[in-house]
């Protein structure tokens, strides 16, 4: 086996500095105040998925600019396109329907100049791990990754027979083809899964029964926007819920707070108590807007970021158990996305928040067996999504598995059987 750095390849495979196989070259550099509404589109690190290119996440370049100044950046038929800041490695063919496009900084295209290395089979090998860890390897930055042209141009590819060549990628295509067909069974059971979960929750809370009233949210709740600080901060230090922390939870994440410093000492009124419920209040993606959190017990002084809010209820004829799982179904977060303002960021406002109308049984009772009803439908709907996302997340490793045989001589027809 012919060794090149931490892995081998078959003997009889030559083995070629990048650039004297592949054209390489890497996009302009393009400036925000370049972009505009309507233009030469425009393909960013954000455009290129894994196999295919997103044009909704295109931008718009200056037409003049992409015919003259621009004008070798224009991207070709069959090119491969490939990501080189962020998520490394993402790579795609183009396609005819796709173009005109033109490429941006992040991104590179390589072209097969080789008369034996074939189009099928340098993509294949460039999504590979071998050549994508062989680029991690030499990645700088911390937050996110990046590597350039330089470090492109110190790699190797190889190129078996052209015979071998159309066995292997004939092998891949098939095995992949089955990969992906069970990975989109799975991913559309996992969508399954989520909406069965969201059509059972808003129908029990909208199975409203004759002891059953309806008050708006300000009624018997105040709110609190968070606290506000910068990494300049010098005074007291605190555990702070930011955006970051809820996701999917339910629950503050109490054990997996960053603490920060605040400007001066905490107000006792910012921290949070059992019972409070946080949302999101501001963000750049709207689908962020109203999200909750459930404070439980609180052993320490907690409190919470400018860009949430956080609901106390006045009294007790809610239990806020009841009121997150309702804040959390598909309409209520539907109303607050909707009732946000703002352009660029949107935002929660505590007047939406307060004009939020809550219906609820007023046997506190009652609302205790709908929590539990609740509470097991999202139990239950949490051990299928676990299974179908350790499905997906399998058939990810199976698919680096297989190319990894593959760039290492050993992928035979018996792959197949594995998928």
Request: glycine share 6%; hydrophobic share 35%.
């Amino acid at each position: 086996m012919k060794k090149i750095g931490r892995h081998s390849f078959p003997d009889h495979w030559d083995i070629h500095p990048l650039t004297d196989v592949l054209f390489l070259q890497e996009g302009p550099g393009i400036r925000k105040k370049e972009y505009q509404d309507d233009g030469y589109p425009m393909i960013n690190v954000r455009c290129v998925q894994d196999g295919y290119i997103d044009m909704s996440k295109a931008r718009a370049a200056n037409m003049e600019l992409a015919t003259s100044k621009w004008a070798h950046f224009q991207i070709d038929e069959n090119d491969i396109l490939f990501t080189i800041s962020g998520t490394i490695g993402r790579c795609a063919i183009v396609k005819k329907r796709d173009l005109p496009l033109l490429m941006n900084t992040s991104v590179v295209r390589f072209k097969p100049i080789h008369p034996h290395l074939t189009l099928s089979f340098a993509y294949q090998y460039l999504r590979s791990d071998f050549f994508v860890d062989m680029l991690k390897d030499m990645s700088t930055g911390t937050a996110i990754q990046n590597v350039g042209p330089s470090h492109l141009k110190k790699l190797f590819v190889p190129i078996p027979p052209l015979p071998e060549q159309q066995r292997i990628v004939s092998i891949l295509d098939r095995a992949f083809a089955a990969i992906d067909k069970a990975k989109a069974n799975a991913e559309q059971n996992l969508f399954n899964v989520n909406e069965l979960f969201e059509n059972s929750a808003q129908e029990i809370f909208t199975r409203k029964g004759i002891d059953w009233e309806e008050k708006l949210l300000g009624d018997f709740a105040e709110f609190r926007n968070g606290i506000n600080y910068t990494k300049g901060s010098k005074g007291e230090k605190i555990k702070i819920v930011g955006v970051k922390d809820f996701q999917d939870n339910y629950w503050v994440p109490e054990n997996d707070l960053v603490e920060v410093s605040l400007d001066g000492s905490v107000n006792e009124t910012d921290l949070l108590k059992e019972g409070d419920i946080l949302a999101v209040r501001s963000n750049g993606n709207p689908q962020l807007i109203g999200r909750t959190l459930l404070a439980g017990l609180i052993n320490e002084k907690i409190s919470h970021s400018g860009f949430t809010i956080r609901i106390r209820l006045k009294s007790k004829i809610v239990n806020p158990n009841y009121l997150c799982h309702f804040m959390k179904i598909q309409e209520t977060r539907k109303t607050l996305v909707e009732s946000g303002n703002g352009v660029g960021i949107k935002s929660l406002n505590q007047g939406s928040l307060s004009s939020l109308k809550i219906p609820f049984p007023k046997s506190l009772k009652e609302q205790e067996m709908i929590i539990e009803k609740v509470d097991s439908l999202a139990e239950q709907s949490q051990r299928l999504k676990e299974i179908y996302q350790r499905k997906i997340n399998d058939l990810k490793e199976l698919k680096k598995s297989i190319l990894q045989k593959a760039f290492a001589g050993e992928l035979e027809t018996e792959t197949l059987k594995t998928v």
